[in-house]
């Protein structure tokens, strides 16, 4: 399993530099790649074996483990450096928060915000069931989707509840945060948008709710949320002002997607590598 391809920092003081290395983090080493060749250039043995997505901060690898511990790994040495106990299992991996925040939730239902810098302990938060993928951020918030059937928003400084949207469902998919709009996705509503930001009301605010659009929020298109749907392989637009479906399609061939500066990347099958530009027109090579 990969979990992580990082790049390294640059190869000169230059900020255009191009890096020394790739760190590619894997089960259960992280192999180092030449960045010209792609040759392994050096393999470092992980003492902690990762269960989510690598993410970086500075020269450090940050990943959850099954053992819920927080991992930084200094790559240009190949060491574990630090780490923090979770309860339970870390299935979601941590998020940047600010200048120097890293959160993530654990099965356990623990919630921790850390101190990027220096992997301390910032504040902890406990919900009632565990948290199961990854957490969201935006606007001095962090949002948690939770098993308990509450979608939370916590202060990003202290950890104190700012809001609580209760649902008829246990929470087992991602929120995201786009804009002044949180989405999720609840079996029992349907796709639910709330404001970031809802004043004084701690129960939360609901802006809109759309029935039968499950999926991947994968981000925005011309200010629409792009939702894909793994089971049927469908791509549905949502019109976030008006909370209505502009447009969908039906993408049979497709294993992943994914948004970089507004534009829609697909992978195929056979290797196929196609670009969307705002639907109107598709590039592809084979790779």
Not at 76 to 96: E, S, T, Y
Not at 203 to 226: F, H, Q, S, Y
Request: hydrophobic share 40%.
């Amino acid at each position: 399993t990969v979990w992580g391809v990082t790049q390294g920092p640059p190869s000169s003081a230059s900020p255009s530099s191009p890096p020394n290395d790739i760190y590619v983090t894997t089960d259960p080493v992280v192999m180092v790649l030449d960045h010209i060749t792609g040759a392994i250039v050096g393999r470092q043995d992980l003492e902690r074996i990762p269960s989510t997505k690598v993410i970086r901060w500075g020269k450090y690898l940050v990943f959850g483990t099954h053992s819920g511990k927080i991992v930084w790994h200094q790559f240009l040495v190949g060491q574990a450096w630090r780490a923090n106990q979770l309860k339970g299992p870390i299935l979601g991996a941590p998020i940047l928060v600010g200048d120097r925040g890293i959160a993530a939730g654990s099965v356990g239902g623990t919630l921790l915000m850390l101190d990027g810098k220096t992997a301390r302990r910032m504040w902890a938060e406990e919900v009632y069931d565990g948290i199961t993928t990854h957490v969201a951020e935006g606007d001095g918030l962090v949002i948690v989707a939770s098993k308990d059937q509450y979608l939370w928003a916590f202060d990003a400084g202290n950890g104190n509840v700012r809001w609580k949207y209760f649902t008829e469902s246990p929470l087992e998919t991602a929120p995201s945060v786009i804009g002044d709009n949180v989405l999720q996705w609840i079996p029992s509503e349907g796709l639910v948008c709330l404001e970031l930001n809802p004043g004084d009301e701690i129960e939360g605010r609901v802006r809109w709710t759309i029935k039968d659009v499950p999926g991947e929020i994968l981000g925005t298109i011309n200010g629409d949320a792009a939702i894909f749907n793994q089971d049927t392989k469908t791509l549905t637009m949502i019109n976030l002002k008006q909370g209505s479906i502009s447009k969908k399609y039906s993408l049979p061939k497709v294993r992943s997607l994914k948004i970089i500066d507004d534009q829609l990347y697909v992978i195929g099958n056979g290797s196929l590598v196609q670009r969307l530009d705002y639907f109107l027109s598709m590039r592809s090579c084979k790779i």
